[in-house]
């Protein structure tokens, strides 16, 4: 049987398709080695899609004018991003401080645990923690993360300065966008890609804090049933972490149960806690967010968990929180131009990215969007 001659590319496409390699290393390098600065203008941009978002909805909802529901936008939003912040040192600082002062306890617990784990699968004696533990400056270690908790004060600053610009800069964006795109169907086409990204944006805000309070209050009640320390401040970190994918609901369903299992002597309250949250858990991933998504958070499952891996690599804790909304809003711009739409197909969960294949067709209505691309500018 002859061997099957090899295909021939074209130099023109060798050489454009190692230039857009070249260009994505670059650019991953200086996101990188820029993402002190960038981190902090990345939040902001997010807290700005957020009043523009709570703003249309005070305007839809209430007869508020236009001028003040961006000004109630405005306050809500910030006063909530400063209380998280407040929410978050304060409670680890008071965190830290109880497990610092409880860390003699500490060692002969884990001894019970480890001793009755031991005991359970019939092997050996188990080794003793509390030498380990006693070697261990507990104390300093608890006060340098109390430490790096505070630090995040510094961020915030920088977020509220960057979100101040962004928005003393909103006004001319009308005036900018006329002079990028002088001609009206290309501009009404970028604005319709910023409302498709708005949209997404918007959508996975919306279900992830519903969903979050949904998990919290159940997740609150077991706590204050079995009676876990520090139950208010573990509520606040489930539904934080709950717009981390994959590691969020990894954190909210192991954490709390491992507490309880060093605080109470039983381990009852670990076994209640642990089926509790893991079944609110299920429910929502399997059966809530699926329905209020519908196909707005169109995204590949692997994509996300490799957006997760990027930017949590590039970005660390911010990274992670963005992961998924940057995911959304490059598939969204890639799913505009012919070139690079093959990778908004590969990007997206059913093959069909929000731009339509035929440039001249009309946009084919999304069932079930949470927030559908809407026919004006916000």
Not at 270 to 299: E, K
């Amino acid at each position: 049987m002859p061997m099957k001659p090899p295909l021939i590319v074209p130099t023109s496409t060798v050489s454009r398709n190692a230039l857009v390699l070249i260009a994505t290393i670059a650019a991953g390098a200086a996101v990188y080695w820029l993402r002190n600065i960038l981190t902090p203008l990345a939040m902001a941009i997010f807290l700005m899609i957020m009043i523009d978002g709570v703003k249309r909805s005070i305007e839809a909802r209430t007869p508020v004018p236009e001028r003040w529901a961006g000004v109630a936008a405005l306050i809500v939003v910030t006063l909530g991003f400063l209380g998280a912040i407040a929410i978050i040192v304060q409670g680890a600082r008071g965190f830290f401080n109880q497990a610092s002062d409880d860390a003699v306890l500490l060692g002969p617990r884990l001894d019970q645990i480890l001793a009755d784990a031991y005991r359970l699968f019939d092997m050996p004696s188990a080794p003793t923690a509390s030498e380990l533990i006693t070697r261990v400056d507990l104390s300093q270690y608890f006060t340098t993360v109390a430490l790096q908790a505070q630090g995040v004060v510094t961020g915030a600053i920088f977020v509220m300065i960057y979100l101040g610009f962004l928005l003393a800069s909103q006004s001319g964006f009308r005036r900018k966008l006329v002079g990028m795109f002088p001609d009206r169907g290309a501009r009404n086409e970028a604005m319709g890609v910023f409302q498709r990204v708005r949209g997404g944006v918007e959508g996975y805000l919306w279900v992830q804090a519903v969903t979050g309070l949904l998990i919290c209050a159940v997740a609150w009640v077991l706590m204050r049933a079995v009676g876990l320390q520090n139950a208010e401040f573990w509520t606040f970190v489930i539904f934080v972490v709950g717009f981390i994918p994959v590691l969020g609901g990894a954190v909210a369903g192991l954490a709390p149960p491992l507490f309880a299992l060093v605080q109470f002597e039983s381990y009852w309250p670990a076994v209640i806690l642990l089926i509790g949250l893991q079944a609110i858990l299920f429910i929502s991933g399997n059966f809530i967010q699926p329905r209020m998504q519908g196909d707005n958070q169109n995204i590949d499952p692997v994509v996300v968990l490799l957006s997760l891996a990027l930017w949590g690599q590039l970005w660390g804790v911010v990274g992670m929180f963005l992961s998924t909304p940057l995911a959304v809003m490059a598939m969204a711009v890639l799913a505009e131009f012919k070139g690079s739409r093959w990778m908004a197909i590969l990007l997206s969960g059913d093959g069909e990215p929000y731009a339509d294949e035929d440039e001249a067709a009309p946009p084919r209505p999304k069932r079930g969007r949470v927030n559908p691309p809407q026919s004006k500018a916000g």
